[in-house]
């Protein structure tokens, strides 16, 4: 990512854009151009079939209306149906994603553009979505779970709502998320229907479409490309190619964020989600005895595409055949494998979409503030480990010295008189002069890390105190982002906590966002 954000010569050839401003002019024209009429009459008709029984805002029915124009276009992000969304992130992807369609605007009067969250209803790994953690609690929903986690029952995430609102206290902002959850998980069948209706009452009166791409119609538009890859295995092909370009090109050691399987394909029954394997001139699911001819399975993309679900290679090919898309907004990880596809998207003459790394930040009250200056923390202090920051602030705060680096620089210099000797007497002493020369540096490192454990003893308040504000501003030495849940701010803010986020994160500016609320 940083090579990305660096804009590096080597990594131009697998992508097409750049995000600015001016570069999203030859993508409208680009997009405006592919996408055909009858494909956006399609997937406007199954945004109103899906917002018939969510009570929605004027701004979403207006931009599923735009929708209708050929100047309209949209700018995607999407994400698993990650329980109450899951970590901060899940909301800086759409505020990004909101945030964005507003800036095109105001540089591309003429088109318009509408932000859509793509809901990946699909995905299998239930596991990864189960837990969110509210403040210093972790809030976890155990179910068995096979298939496709957006047809999940949520009868029995109930008892763990319940659990969750004794948590939240009887506040005002508590009784406010106590509504949305009733609205949400409580109203609904699946976790693919309170999934959308959650995210929809969070960001649908900033016009946010929600997508549930598992869709009859939806998949209609997708069968040439099922098709092709079931018959041909083309995304294998062009992805195994892109990956041996980029070890190439870019960097030997490279290591794949996703590898392709023959065919990057599943198929959904009431029992489960299947991968769809070649064996021969049989296709099978793997886990079952169920096997199709060619004939066989070319019959059922035709009259059943819906049962066909893309794996992480063809997904965001899924996406950019059915949508007017000009832009994904992702993390680091999801913007890694799409340098993989290009070649993909050329082969089967998909326009590659602008990518755009999502915005990041860090939240903290003016209580924590006071703290961090307090303790003379620089703003970089914050985002080095724990244990590093520790030892730096012991050695700044400690009546002594101990850094033993000039020790170090005395001892280099002797060992390299040492070796002036060897080489004038018996080079043969040389690997005894190095081991030696190693045993001491590691003594030395040794002794550095006592003395330093010794003297955080001996501050052990101010240790303490470190720590204490260091797990608030990152929970379990990770990124507050990465971890802690929505609702651990919106019980302090409130209304405030989205439009502060709105008014703070600018899509443009890749750096990472510090928020004093």
């Keep these: 990512m940083t090579t990305y954000l660096e804009q590096s010569e080597e990594l131009k050839p697998f992508y097409e854009k750049y995000p600015t401003l001016n570069q999203f002019k030859q993508q409208i024209a680009l997009k405006k151009e592919s996408y055909s009429a009858s494909y956006r009459e399609v997937l406007v008709a199954a945004l109103k079939g899906q917002y018939k029984a969510i009570p929605h805002s004027k701004s979403v029915d207006k931009n599923v209306i735009l929708l209708e124009?050929?100047?309209?276009?949209?700018?995607?992000?999407?994400?698993?149906?990650?329980?109450?969304?899951?970590?901060?992130?899940?909301?800086?992807?759409?505020?990004?994603?909101?945030?964005?369609?507003?800036?095109?605007?105001?540089?591309?009067?003429?088109?318009?553009?509408?932000?859509?969250?793509?809901?990946?209803?699909?995905?299998?790994?239930?596991?990864?979505?189960?837990?969110?953690?509210?403040?210093?609690?972790?809030?976890?929903?155990s179910?068995?779970?096979?298939?496709?986690?957006?047809?999940?029952?949520?009868e029995e995430l109930q008892t763990v709502l319940d659990v969750f609102e004794q948590h939240l206290g009887d506040s005002e902002n508590a009784?406010?998320?106590?509504?949305?959850?009733?609205?949400?998980?409580?109203?609904?069948?699946?976790?693919?229907?309170?999934?959308?209706?959650?995210?929809?009452?969070?960001?649908?009166?900033?016009?946010?479409?929600?997508?549930?791409?598992?869709?009859?119609?939806l998949k209609t538009l997708f069968k040439?490309?099922?098709?092709?890859?079931?018959?041909?295995e083309a995304s294998f092909k062009t992805v195994t190619s892109q990956i041996e370009k980029l070890k190439h090109d870019l960097d030997s050691s490279y290591t794949p964020q996703v590898n392709p399987r023959e065919i990057n394909l599943f198929y959904l029954t009431p029992k489960g989600r299947f991968r769809v394997e070649r064996s021969g001139n049989l296709y099978r699911l793997n886990g079952t005895e169920q096997t199709f001819t060619e004939e066989e399975i070319m019959h059922l993309v035709d009259s059943h595409p819906e049962r066909f679900s893309p794996n992480v290679i063809l997904r965001p090919l899924y996406q950019e055949c059915i949508l007017p898309n000009l832009?994904?907004?992702?993390?680091?990880?999801?913007?890694?494998?799409?340098?993989?596809?290009?070649?993909?998207?050329?082969?089967?003459?998909?326009?590659?979409?602008?990518?755009?790394?999502?915005n990041s930040a860090l939240l903290y009250s003016e209580k924590v503030g006071r703290k961090i200056a307090k303790l003379n923390l620089e703003t970089a202090d914050l985002f080095m480990s724990r244990n590093s920051l520790l030892n730096k602030k012991v050695r700044q705060i400690s009546n002594i010295d101990l850094d033993l680096t000039p020790l170090k620089e005395q001892l280099k210099k002797q060992f390299e008189y040492l070796n002036t000797l060897v080489a004038k007497t018996d080079a043969s002493f040389k690997g005894a002069v190095e081991a030696q020369q190693a045993k001491?540096?590691?003594?030395?490192?040794?002794?550095?890390?006592?003395?330093?454990?010794?003297?955080?003893?001996?501050?052990?308040?101010?240790?303490?105190?470190l720590v204490y504000l260091h797990e608030q501003l990152?929970?379990?030495?990770?990124?507050?982002?990465?971890t802690l849940n929505f609702t651990t701010f919106y019980i302090d803010l409130g209304k405030d906590f989205l439009p502060e986020l709105i008014d703070a994160l600018d899509p443009l500016n890749p750096d990472f966002v510090l928020l004093e609320y």
């Design 175 to 217: 009784k406010q998320l106590k509504e949305w959850i009733r609205a949400s998980y409580r109203s609904s069948q699946t976790l693919s229907e309170a999934t959308f209706r959650l995210v929809n009452i969070l960001f649908g009166e900033y016009g946010l479409v929600v997508l549930e791409p598992n869709r009859p119609e």
């Design 327 to 358: 832009c994904y907004i992702g993390g680091g990880g999801e913007l890694a494998y799409w340098f993989q596809l290009k070649s993909t998207f050329t082969h089967f003459k998909l326009p590659f979409p602008i990518l755009l790394l999502r």
């Design 474 to 482: 990152f929970p379990n030495d990770s990124l507050q982002e990465r």
């Design 224 to 232: 040439s490309i099922i098709q092709e890859e079931l018959l041909q």
């Design 143 to 154: 179910q068995e779970s096979e298939g496709a986690v957006g047809e999940l029952s949520l």
């Design 440 to 465: 001491q540096f590691k003594g030395i490192d040794f002794l550095e890390r006592r003395l330093l454990k010794a003297q955080k003893r001996v501050l052990k308040d101010e240790v303490e105190r």
């Design 69 to 141: 124009n050929e100047n309209t276009f949209t700018v995607t992000t999407g994400h698993q149906l990650s329980l109450m969304t899951g970590p901060l992130y899940f909301l800086y992807k759409i505020i990004s994603t909101i945030n964005l369609c507003k800036s095109l605007k105001k540089a591309y009067p003429d088109s318009n553009f509408v932000p859509l969250y793509w809901m990946a209803s699909e995905d299998h790994d239930f596991e990864e979505i189960s837990t969110f953690r509210f403040q210093d609690k972790s809030i976890r929903w």
